[in-house]
């Protein structure tokens, strides 16, 4: 093993274990060998370019998985050492800076960046050379379809499930109150098209006719074509596909022309905590899928929030939670097969997180032989200035509204 004391580190070694419940490993508890030397965990995030508003708050939930799991005493008597590089929202960097987290740094583990056209290109090179490849933000359908046999989604579900209450609760409501048309805007990006066409699909199979379908490339900033479209078509609905900002510059587009929708859902965006600020604090009524919430029973989540709140002066949300999770995920492998190297060890990580389920910050978590979880998100809604659970039944803190109050 090389000596870590030559490297080049971007973030520093900080203390150590994290104590998680792995009934479902069986068997004697591995023996873990002390050493000195940390466990080096490498990431490549988009900090600038497209996707550096989500892909800084996964930085953050990684560094308070890491801080968290070394005050307990590392993993395997280990502490976690972050390597971070940033890979510009850019496909063929990622790529290259995952080759060299691997190839040439010769880091332990490995865990996935932000955004499916990021995480698709990473995972390939993470499964050429046989590495566990735990991901927080890789949603999209297409990420499930490569045959991947290392990746597991740390998350409640996929992007194309992720409106499923939502859709269930429209179709449900009777003929005269349910929306009729919808209009959808969608960024050309796998997840965010997933979020958007997933509900799209639903919603055409329940009756709900499509009047606008749009997607726009990632770079957009003008949404003032497409918010005339949507306006002039007098929707019922609109359904945004959207990252952060570009969801809001429709949003404030739509804003300005006076379009007044009986609902409005946007994926990611809403949930930034520069949201409200963002559109005026227009935001009464506005809808969007998540897999977490603050306020979550699970016991993890609650040492999560008040340590993550110390940490960096406000609670995480939900990117922050995935990153952390995906840790989660990771450390309950290793401190199951006692191993963290490179080599045989990752074939032992890898078959027991197909194996097993892991309890984390947004509920229990298992995999289909894909990669995909086994769960479903949540819908929340800004009421009253806040955002807050309103889908399913059984999670709610506040009632839907609907139709949504003029913004």
């Known amino acids: 093993m090389l000596n870590r004391t030559t490297r080049t580190r971007w973030a520093t070694a900080v203390g150590a274990t994290l104590a998680l419940a792995l009934g479902a490993c069986g068997g004697d508890e591995p023996e873990q060998a002390s050493t000195d030397e940390p466990i080096v965990v490498g990431i490549s995030l988009p900090l600038t370019g497209d996707f550096s508003e989500p892909g800084k708050g996964v930085q953050r939930g990684y560094e308070a998985w890491a801080k968290i799991t070394n005050d307990k005493g590392g993993l395997l008597g280990r502490t976690i050492e972050l390597k971070v590089l940033d890979d510009q929202s850019n496909a063929d960097r990622v790529v290259a800076d995952y080759e060299q987290l691997i190839g040439s740094d010769q880091v332990d583990i490995v865990v996935g960046p932000f955004s499916?056209?990021?995480?698709?290109?990473?995972?390939?090179?993470?499964?050429?050379?046989?590495?566990?490849?735990?991901?927080?933000?890789?949603?999209?359908?297409?990420?499930?379809?490569?045959g991947f046999k290392n990746l597991f989604y740390a998350a409640p579900a996929v992007a194309n499930d992720h409106y499923n209450h939502l859709a269930e609760h429209l179709l449900a409501l009777p003929p005269g109150q349910r929306p009729t048309t919808a209009a959808y805007a969608a960024m050309d990006d796998p997840f965010a098209q997933g979020t958007a066409y997933g509900l799209k699909a639903k919603l055409e199979?329940?009756?709900?006719?499509?009047?606008?379908?749009?997607v726009y490339p990632p770079n957009t900033t003008d949404f003032s074509s497409i918010a005339a479209k949507i306006a002039t078509s007098k929707a019922d609905m609109v359904v945004g596909g959207s990252q952060y900002q570009d969801g809001v510059n429709l949003i404030v587009a739509?804003?300005?022309?006076?379009?007044?929708p009986k609902l409005a859902a946007f994926s990611t965006a809403p949930t930034s905590p520069e949201f409200a600020a963002a559109i005026g604090n227009?935001?009464?009524?506005?809808?969007?899928?998540?897999?977490?919430?603050?306020?979550a029973p699970y016991e993890s989540n609650k040492e999560f929030v008040e340590k993550y709140t110390a940490q960096f002066g406000s609670p995480p949300e939900e990117d922050e939670a995935?990153?952390?999770t995906?840790?989660?995920?990771?450390?309950?492998?290793?401190?199951a097969a006692g191993c963290a190297e490179q080599g045989e060890c990752q074939k032992k990580l890898v078959d027991w997180v197909r194996a097993n389920k892991v309890d984390t910050v947004v509920g229990p978590l298992s995999w289909d032989e894909t990669?995909?979880?086994q769960g479903a998100h949540m819908i929340q809604q800004?009421?009253?200035?806040?955002?807050?659970?309103v889908l399913p039944a059984d999670a709610k803190e506040a009632d839907l509204v609907y139709p949504k109050p003029a913004w």
């Open 116 to 146: 499916t056209r990021l995480v698709v290109p990473a995972a390939r090179v993470a499964e050429e050379y046989g590495m566990l490849f735990v991901e927080p933000a890789g949603a999209a359908a297409e990420v499930f379809q490569q």
């Open 205 to 214: 199979a329940g009756g709900v006719k499509t009047v606008v379908d749009e």
């Open 254 to 260: 739509l804003q300005q022309l006076n379009y007044q």
């Open 282 to 295: 227009k935001t009464a009524g506005i809808l969007s899928p998540t897999g977490y919430t603050q306020d």
């Open 322 to 324: 995935n990153a952390y």
């Open 326 to 335: 995906t840790g989660q995920v990771v450390a309950a492998a290793i401190t």
């Open 371 to 373: 990669g995909k979880p």
């Open 382 to 389: 800004w009421v009253g200035g806040e955002i807050k659970i």
